[in-house]
């Protein structure tokens, strides 16, 4: 049984004492997040007089944390350091936290902890889809569309497309394989530095969800890696089709923590105009929703994944033998191939990975 009907949940109750309890500052700041009207993190030059004494100082941090919160970044330096180097440069971390070290290094710390929790010995391995940290059923996730990248919304910020449901599809994803896909290209979306600045969004698919599809353990691994240790900030998460899975939400309600709370909409549209409608309202658009939530957009996981394996296969033999740029985005070379009008992919360089744009054709 992967779902528990005990676990903890936040109930209406518990939504209507937290929504009394918000001050105003967190409301407009939760409005404007969803809304896409936050200003991009406008974060101070680092007070250090380089990023090498930013790095020292986060080190130094690191080193006074609990053992058991730093043992997983500990063991990563013994067993890959150059790949702590170029897949957790310090400089995200510290972007991410508004440079501070203490935040930073506790942020890297847990980073490595969540990691090894979803990946396991892998986790030493790099982010890449061949000889790396997915094994082939992770890759058949990715290929079935349980995670994918949309096109950026009006306000330029990266989404994440989630699907649910699987198993009234007939198709078996082994829930450990759907974790470590979610994670993986949470992980690819945190390298783009436009998604460190300005956020990401979450969209979540969950037409025909079954008990059978969801598990307390795994969304606590997720959403923990999330809150705690990607270098990314989460502005809004868009829960669609949500009639299907009442019974997990106050569930997923209770792992996402009051933050994510603020910033969580479940969309009651009884069709696709309506969930269409629903989404546009928070600066989502039409060109750039897939077909089943109303819009226009041309999702082809297998296709991205195969240029995904393409590029990592060419640049990972060198990727981590790169000195660390700060995570910042090399410059960009774009395959553009026009078949109708449809969307295709737009791909970036991140210290020798592909990060995921789309563009119309």
Not at 10 to 31: I, N, P, V, Y
Not at 166 to 192: K, T, W, Y
Not at 304 to 318: A, D, I, P
Request: proline share 4%.
């Amino acid at each position: 049984v992967v779902l528990s009907l005990t676990a903890p949940r936040f109930t209406a109750e518990d939504e209507a004492r937290e929504a009394e309890d918000l001050t105003e500052e967190e409301k407009q700041s939760a409005w404007k997040d969803l809304h896409g009207s936050q200003n991009p993190s406008q974060t101070p030059a680092p007070k250090l007089d380089s990023i090498l004494e930013a790095k020292r100082a986060v080190e130094a941090k690191i080193g006074a944390l609990h053992p058991d919160v730093r043992c997983a970044y500990e063991e990563a330096l013994r067993k890959c350091p150059q790949l702590v180097k170029t897949e957790t440069p310090v400089i995200l971390f510290l972007r991410r936290e508004g440079f501070d070290s203490e935040l930073a290094a506790q942020r890297i710390a847990k980073y490595w902890h969540y990691r090894k929790a979803i990946f396991g010995d892998k986790a030493f391995r790099p982010m890449t889809l061949e000889n790396g940290a997915m094994s082939k059923d992770d890759i058949r996730a990715l290929q079935d569309g349980c995670c994918s990248f949309l096109e950026r919304d009006k306000a330029g910020r990266t989404v994440v497309y989630m699907v649910r449901g699987f198993a009234q599809r007939n198709i078996e994803i082994d829930p450990m394989a759907l974790l470590r896909a979610q994670a993986f290209m949470l992980h690819v979306a945190s390298e783009d530095k436009r998604a460190q600045t300005c956020g990401a969004v979450v969209v979540t698919n969950n037409a025909g969800t079954l008990p059978v599809d969801c598990s307390r353990k795994h969304e606590k691994h997720l959403w923990s890696f999330v809150r705690e240790g990607l270098p990314i900030r989460i502005r809004a998460i868009h829960c669609c089709y949500a009639t299907s899975m009442e019974f997990f939400l106050p569930m997923v309600k209770q792992l996402i923590g009051r933050d994510l709370r603020q910033r969580f909409v479940v969309h009651g549209a009884r069709n696709r105009t309506e969930l269409l409608g629903s989404l546009q309202d928070y600066g989502l658009q039409r060109s750039g929703l897939p077909e089943v939530l109303g819009g226009r957009f041309y999702l082809d996981p297998a296709r991205w994944v195969q240029e995904r394996m393409v590029m990592s296969h060419s640049n990972c033999t060198t990727a981590n033998k790169l000195p660390s740029r700060g995570g910042d985005l090399l410059e960009a070379r774009r395959n553009r191939s026009k078949k109708g009008g449809a969307l295709v992919q737009d791909s970036h360089i991140c210290r020798g990975y592909s990060a995921p744009r789309f563009f119309k054709a």
